[in-house]
């Protein structure tokens, strides 16, 4: 089983939708999640981490974590066609000296 | 965000030649670093995590004595590939964070070619 677990898509949405992403995680003592975005040939940039359980706003990006079903969201509202890119689910655990990343989700956002 | 800077951008290297590649934190004291390996429309595979003087701890299938890994200082760490080969070809990117901090800051990655 890998450790974080996303959806590869493509998910495609409409210029100005809600685009929702979604991470599962296998290890309950994982601490802390992140959600990074990445454009084709480029490196990953942090978006938004989230510690504790619930929903954590910044702009138009709501992360949400729920540790019971080991599950982390990131929701982009009046998506974009520039938030196109693949975004990537990360948790940590002990002594957040280890990253486990997901796959990868890749977003269309079509003008 | 905290910046971190990785160097050089894209090397091609011959067959049999080592190459180094640095990253460096540049405002912040990076007590932790990791570097990843990342081949095409594949996700970032975690190759060794160093902390500051002290030995990199390699994951599961990366050859220590391949990849070398070096944190002398809390601002520079350094992957040198050697005896690079085509296999070894892929996008390397380095990843820093600071004692303060649980969020990791990425370098820009290095786009290696080994001909």
């Known amino acids: 089983q890998k450790e974080v677990e996303q959806n590869s898509g493509p998910l495609s949405v409409p210029e100005g939708a809600i685009a929702s992403l979604n991470c599962t995680y296998s290890?309950?003592?994982?601490?802390?999640f992140f959600w990074y975005r990445q454009y084709s040939g480029k490196s990953p940039e942090l978006i938004m981490s989230?510690?504790?359980?619930g929903d954590k706003e910044d702009g138009r990006f709501t992360a949400q974590l729920n540790k019971a079903s080991q599950y982390v969201s990131l929701l982009i509202r009046d998506s974009q066609p520039s938030d196109s890119a693949t975004y990537l689910c990360a948790v940590t655990r002990g002594n957040f000296n280890k990253f486990y990343f997901g796959s990868g989700t890749k977003l269309n956002v079509k003008p | 965000g905290a910046v971190v800077s990785q160097h050089p951008s894209r090397v091609i290297c011959k067959s049999g030649t080592s190459v180094k590649i640095e990253c460096r934190s540049l405002d912040f004291q990076a007590t932790t670093m990791f570097w990843y390996r990342q081949f095409p429309k594949q996700s970032l595979m975690l190759m060794a995590t160093?902390?500051?003087?002290?030995?990199?701890?390699?994951e599961q299938g990366v050859e220590k004595d391949k990849f070398l890994i070096n944190h002398a200082s809390l601002t520079l760490s350094t992957l040198t590939v050697t005896s690079a080969h085509p296999e070894d070809s892929s996008f390397y990117i380095c990843?820093?964070?600071?004692?303060?901090?649980?969020?990791?800051?990425f370098g820009q990655g290095t786009r290696l070619t080994v001909v």
């Open positions: 160093s902390n500051e003087g002290s030995k990199a701890t390699y």
């Open positions: 990843s820093a964070r600071d004692r303060a901090n649980t969020e990791a800051f």
């Open positions: 989230i510690y504790s359980n």
């Open positions: 290890d309950r003592v994982s601490q802390s």
